[in-house]
């Protein structure tokens, strides 16, 4: 009997000794199942309980956990030179409101409100006159991540007034957007949509502002009328579009909730211009070349042979003047 007992004491020292071994592995185990997986911070605040416990004396020193990557820049936007964009040529249904005139202490708020529940982002075009009047709203317009583009300071048609009057019209807006909002602004949409290549380029080389104007309008300045507003929108409305309409009608607001919901429903989506022009694929065979004499011409046209000179011709005559007292020219007659 002794050699048996001999053997089985052997036998449960083996086992006692494996089960030594093994309890540390099988506790360890249990604890990361219940922790689930760690995030970046209690990882952080782990870290720190080590250290403190190493330099007591009374645990080891935890290796460091690196720091979570600093999130990606967006991509920077560079619009189209020498290009005026009424519309996008886009891969998805993907559209731009605009909000002409304001920004509105009454109106303006009721919209952002409207948007920020539906999660879309706009651009506004605010005049500098209305920026200096209520800089609180241009900041709330901001703050909830809106686009912001110039419409002038006080809204004349820069086609006909002079180079020093654009200036002063561009300039203190951009400057009055700058000190609410510590940006400059990136787009230009012209009162009336007027606009002509030479001033264009100018305004683009010397204020960055690339002119924006539209190609769905509802005529909201004309028909206060909520339904009418909503019913031209919808009718027009197509991918790659850029929607005007003015935030300082309470009939083009009231309208808005409809509008959007509906658009959502048919699987549109919404950007700002900057979001677009990132997408934008439009061809450059597409792209309208100017011409010296100012006439647009697509780029994939051959140039006319210049007709010959009569008799009866003067080369240097010079274009008559617009009367002095002549009134300026309007798209359909609104205002925009």
Do not use: C
């Amino acid at each position: 009997m002794k050699p048996l007992l001999i053997v089985s004491g052997i036998l449960v020292a083996s086992a006692v000794g494996a089960g030594v071994a093994i309890s540390p592995m099988l506790t360890s185990a249990k604890a990361v199942r219940d922790d689930g997986p760690a995030t970046t911070q209690s990882i952080s605040q782990n870290a720190s309980g080590a250290q403190a416990k190493g330099a007591s004396g009374k645990g080891t020193q935890a290796e460091a956990v690196a720091p979570a990557p600093a999130p990606a820049p967006p991509p920077v936007v560079t619009p189209r030179k020498n290009y005026t964009y009424k519309s996008f040529n886009v891969d998805g249904q993907y559209i731009a409101m605009t909000f002409d005139d304001g920004p509105n202490p009454e109106t303006t708020p009721q919209l952002l409100a409207i948007l920020k529940e539906r999660g879309i982002k706009a651009t506004f075009f605010v005049l500098g006159n209305m920026v200096a009047k209520h800089p609180e709203v241009l900041k709330m317009i901001s703050d909830e991540g809106h686009e912001i583009g110039s419409h002038s300071w006080s809204h004349p048609q820069l086609t006909r007034i002079s180079q020093a009057a654009v200036d002063k019209e561009l300039g203190n807006t951009s400057e009055a957007i700058f000190q609410v909002t510590g940006k400059r602004p990136m787009y230009l949409r012209p009162p009336y949509g007027s606009m002509k290549p030479t001033l264009r380029t100018y305004i683009e080389d010397k204020f960055g502002l690339t002119v924006v104007n539209w190609s769905v309008d509802p005529n909201d300045w004309k028909f206060r009328d909520s339904q009418k507003v909503h019913d031209a929108i919808i009718a027009q409305a197509a991918p790659g579009a850029i929607v005007l309409s003015h935030d300082i009608y309470p009939t083009t607001v009231a309208a808005m909730p409809r509008i959007l919901d509906e658009l959502i429903a048919k699987g549109y989506k919404f950007g700002t211009l900057s979001d677009l022009v990132a997408m934008d694929k439009t061809p450059k065979v597409q792209l309208v070349a100017a011409l010296p004499n100012g006439k647009p011409q697509q780029a994939s046209q051959k140039p006319q042979k210049p007709k010959p000179a009569t008799a009866s011709a003067k080369p240097d005559a010079k274009p008559a003047k617009p009367a002095a007292n002549a009134a300026p020219q309007q798209r359909a007659g609104g205002v925009y």
